[in-house]
């Protein structure tokens, strides 16, 4: 048995240790989250800005991945990622 796999303890429960199925979010479910199309995040998989893998041909998404890209997405639209492009600062 795969180690992430949930253990089944005595009494038929999972164990703890199990991660809720709200963990992996399918296209409509990170649209929703988004507030975007459906459309939008197929798109954004299939160039790969945005982190995602397929389990038999449907895309899937980490949502602590997403939580994480859209940390960075802020970070970058606030301008705290670091100096910009040659001759895109203020000259002293």
């Known amino acids: 048995m795969l180690p992430e796999l949930a253990k089944i303890t005595t009494s038929g429960r999972c164990?703890?240790?199990?991660?809720?199925e709200s963990d992996i979010l399918t296209i409509?479910?990170?649209a929703?989250?988004?507030?975007?199309?459906?459309?939008?995040?197929?798109?954004?998989?299939?160039?790969?800005?945005?982190?995602?893998?397929?389990?038999?041909?449907?895309?899937?998404?980490s949502r602590a991945e997403i939580d994480q890209w859209i940390r960075t997405q802020s970070s970058i639209g606030s301008g705290t990622e670091g100096p910009g492009p040659a001759?895109?600062?203020?000259?002293i």
């Open 15 to 20: 164990s703890p240790m199990a991660k809720p």
């Open 28 to 30: 409509l479910e990170v």
């Open 32 to 61: 929703s989250y988004l507030k975007v199309a459906e459309r939008t995040v197929y798109r954004l998989a299939a160039a790969k800005k945005i982190p995602a893998f397929k389990v038999g041909g449907a895309w899937r998404f």
């Open 87 to 91: 001759g895109s600062g203020r000259r």
